[in-house]
């Protein structure tokens, strides 16, 4: 299976910012969607972003135009830049491939979920 490898994570106070970045183990050779998903303690883990395999992103409303989501499908990487940051926004933040319609064959290979980040938003 793929691996998905997080980094950028740490603490940072209220109204800060903060990328997180996420690359994958090996050349995909097929499209595929991106997307950063957060948990913080005692909470369901929830989607924050999202960038499918023709480039369509989705926010969550938590969002509120304070993060961007971004792609480099050449290098496989993912990124996503937080600022005015809040304390609320604190969690692991994880990095997930799905497969794209043209990934046959290699759709469980590409399902992946990264080991996550911590972010911690002090106050």
């Known amino acids: 299976q793929v691996k998905l490898m997080e980094s950028g994570g740490g603490s940072v106070q209220a109204g800060g910012s903060m990328r997180l970045s996420c690359a994958a183990s090996?050349?995909?050779?097929?499209?595929?969607?991106m997307s950063w998903y957060r948990q913080a303690p005692g909470k369901a883990r929830e989607l924050v972003a999202a960038i499918d395999f023709v480039g369509d992103i989705t926010y969550a409303d938590f969002v509120e135009d304070r993060f961007t989501i971004s792609r480099d499908s050449a290098q496989d990487t993912l990124s996503l830049q937080m600022t005015n940051l809040k304390p609320e926004d604190t969690a692991m933040y994880y990095c997930?491939?799905?497969?794209?319609?043209?990934?046959?064959?290699?759709?469980?290979?590409?399902?992946?979920w990264g080991q996550g980040t911590l972010v911690t938003v002090t106050s």
């Open positions: 090996e050349y995909i050779d097929c499209d595929v969607d």
């Open positions: 997930k491939m799905d497969p794209g319609p043209e990934c046959i064959g290699s759709e469980d290979r590409l399902n992946a």
